[in-house]
């Protein structure tokens, strides 16, 4: 599928990051455009993370050009990122233990610029505890959160910049199947809201739910990119899995 | 809220015009007193409000303290004495925003080891420019600064400071600097300029601690660098701040107080062993109050250290 430039939201060329001799991102090259949720798949190890990672501006490339709504976004700090309208998640989820669900919801609207009136702050926040299912735990310190909550916590956190981009790393990944439902449909929500995600799943019934394309890599590199029900059948994906992760999750 | 506030503030006025009337008792142990205890509650809250939100531990105290004292050791004879704590305030915040700038991207322990390294340094620095530039290691401090201006010097100084705390408290700033202490890495991805942020409030801090070095500095007739760089402040701040409690503003004079008072006793009675009790100190409260005494008047307490409770995905 070719993309207009002008829809496009990221755009990565050539991206290259290695740790001493071992190259976890090599030469990776993908767009997504606008409204789109593009799946990053892989075997553990062949560098999703670390891809995501260099998107965010947690670590810097050593090669390649990143481009966020056409700016090359390639090694700047992270919190330049974050406010250029780039919002993600954590493989491991994060959230602030220390702090009760409204605080940390609030950190990632507080910081934004131009910064929003405080009303308007505390009305978001309520929507997006609404949003993602839990409203009424505002007060509730997110150490105290179960696992699905906490997951919840973080995503209305990133959401509460109202990011142009969204990286999912693993959002679903240990829900269990209503759980999953429910969040799979949350994802789908947010994609009619306009939002581009780039979502790393290994669960593929929420792969084949969710993504518009998708692409797959092993050991660094790009081994396959397309629409996802043609990814997911194409014979190097069947090869690169096998002995990995189970197919379907 | 504001009524609250409000009625805080008429408090803490209150406090303060108390706390002036001490040197009108005309007691001059009693003043010496108090003279430490401010002292060490000023340091001690300068300290915590740094090294609370932001959970680096500085070893730097003593650096800023030096600093100060030795401008007013340098100066203080020549120029009149708001401009010379002024230029100790400014030597002081620049070489925070330096330092600052240059290490708060370090994080933990090397912050750690740099701070108290830095004191050392600056303290040789000092002595090399003494001994081959100026010819003079010890210079006599004859300045018109009676014990009670220093008191109310640092009353005021005080007051400022539980202010200025209060107020960055409220902030978008000490809001970036918990999240900061929560987890630098989720702060970063919510758009915080975290080096911006850390190196802002270890300015100010580093500031204030150096005032306090500057408004000591009179005590002393006669100072020298291993006077005016005592890497003990240091550790006895960083012991108060953390037996108070350094997550909260009002912690650590919690601890200040009576760590002074302990200390003041200690030095007079076992002058020699005296470190070694200091270290003993440490250790129990490290064990017994992890979150200080401010931590035993809180309701509830979420999960100190929080990453704990962090499950890992099947
Ligand atoms: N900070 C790092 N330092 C050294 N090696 C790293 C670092 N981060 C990742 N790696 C290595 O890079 C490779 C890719 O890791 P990455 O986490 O990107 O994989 P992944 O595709 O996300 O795997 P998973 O599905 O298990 O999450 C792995 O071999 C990993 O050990
Ligand atoms: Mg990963």
Redesign the pocket.
Known sequence: MSQDTATRVLEVEGLRRA??G?V??NDLGFAVGQGEIMGLL??????????LNLISGV?HPDAGAIRLMGRNIAGLASYRIARLGLARTF?LVRVLDGMDCRENIKAGLAFQKPHLPAAEAEDRIDALLDRVGLAGHDRRPAADLTYIDRKRLELARALAAKPQLLLL??WLAGLNPSELTIGIELIRSLKADGITIVL?E?VMSAVRALCDRCIV?SS?RKIAEGATADVLSDAAVVKAYLGGVAADA | MSARVAGFGFLALAAIALLALVPRLGNAYYLALAISLLQYTVLATAWGMFSGPTRYVSLATTAFFGVGAYTVAVLGEILPWPLVLLIAAALGAVVAAIVGLSTLRLSGVYFVIFTFGLTELIRQLVVWFEVNKSRVLGRYVFVDITQADIYWQLLGLAAAVFLLGWLIARSRLGFALRVIGEDETVAKHCGINTTFAKVALFTISATVMTLVGAIMAPRWTYIEPSIAFNSMISFQVLIMALLGGAHRLWGPVLGAVPLTLLFELLSARFPNTFTIILGCIFLLIVYMLPRGVAGLFEKRSTTPGGKTTQRVAA
């Open positions: 740790f001493g071992l976890a991102v892989g075997p553990n190890g062949s560098g999703k993370t670390t891809a670590l493989q790393d693993e790393v290994h890599m660094g």
